[in-house]
């Protein structure tokens, strides 16, 4: 018994390193450079914040924005209604085209 555990071929380290480097590499390029680039995106968007822009918070709301702070915007949801939010709350900027088009 033992001399036929003897003669089963192990692969060699340098294949279990490369093999191993491989998942490193697709886990990467798959997985976290996506995330990465969805964050700087969002985070270039949140920066470009315009009084006036029609926007659309993580929650759904739907405003305009009539006063941008360091950390907080204000958005008026109806006539004469304002809300404060965070920065970070607001996900995109929604147009009259996209409107339209729904």
Known sequence: MLHILLQINTPSNISNIIFIGAIVLVFYFFMIRPQQK???????FREALTKGMNVVT????????????DTTVWVEVDKGLRLKFDKSAIAVESTTKANEKA
């Open 38 to 44: 969805k964050v700087s995106d969002a985070k270039k």
């Open 58 to 69: 993580i929650g759904g709301l739907h405003g305009k924005l009539v006063e941008i702070n």
